[in-house]
């Protein structure tokens, strides 16, 4: 079983939908990190959480940290949204364990 | 937070050969880390370049495959040596920032690397 657990695996979505994505960990954690990777290959950190909720714009990040969860929220969703999301817990330093992604496609 | 520049964006390279990718920060930073994405895969820690310092590699990861510079607080090197079509994937630098009680990371562009 894998540290850093997410799903769905892959996700297709039509524009305007509400779109969640979930992750769930299983080892003590300073903070749950929501990255998304475009097709290029660069990463770009959307939320740092450490406890409750963050929004920016139409992305939502919820963590509760008793359950070991966290989701991902993307309203109104459009095209330019389609990439790869992927969870990752920092844990003991500054090791990162990621987890193995979201493949969202969102169709015009 | 930091901005990282990262080259090549892409190269296809033979086998036997070596490619160095280079990651360039516009501020100084402590912790500077090297992340492998194989096709399909997550990403996976290569080593952690501390300035001053030898990197310290990640179990399956040597320095004589994947030798690391870090001369300075701003920039660091990693070398794919001797390739094979194995080594194909996505190579990320990334840094880490302080920020409030916890750490931030920034990554760069990648650099998708292929050998024929």
């Known amino acids: 079983k894998n540290e850093v657990e997410q799903s769905p695996q892959n996700l297709t979505a039509q524009e305007g939908e509400f779109i969640t994505i979930n992750c769930s960990y299983s080892v003590g954690i300073s903070a749950l990190h929501w990255l998304q990777q475009h097709p290029g290959g660069g990463i770009v950190s959307l939320f740092m959480?450490?406890?409750g909720k963050k929004k920016h714009g139409r992305l939502i990040a919820t963590i509760n940290i008793q359950e070991k969860h966290s989701s991902l929220h993307i309203t109104a969703s459009h095209p330019r949204d389609s990439a790869v999301y992927i969870c990752a817990v920092g844990t003991s330093g500054s090791r990162l364990t990621f987890g193995e992604g979201t493949q969202l496609t969102v169709n015009p | 937070s930091a901005v990282i520049s990262q080259k090549p964006s892409r190269d296809i390279c033979q086998r036997g050969t070596s490619l160095t990718i280079q990651c360039q920060v516009d501020?100084?930073?402590?912790?500077m880390f090297w992340y492998r994405q194989q096709p399909g895969q997550s990403l996976t820690l290569i080593a952690t370049?501390?300035?001053?310092?030898?990197?310290?590699?990640e179990s399956g990861f040597v320095i004589d495959k994947f030798p690391i510079s870090r001369p300075n607080l701003t920039f660091s090197t990693l070398t794919v040596s001797n390739m094979s079509p194995e080594d194909s994937s996505i190579y990320l630098c990334?840094?880490?920032?302080?920020?409030?009680?916890?750490?931030?990371?920034?990554f760069g562009s990648g650099t998708r690397l292929t050998v024929v």
């Open positions: 959480l450490s406890s």
């Open positions: 370049a501390n300035q001053g310092s030898e990197a310290t590699y």
């Open positions: 501020s100084q930073v402590t912790m």
């Open positions: 990334s840094v880490e920032e302080r920020r409030g009680w916890n750490y931030g990371y920034t």
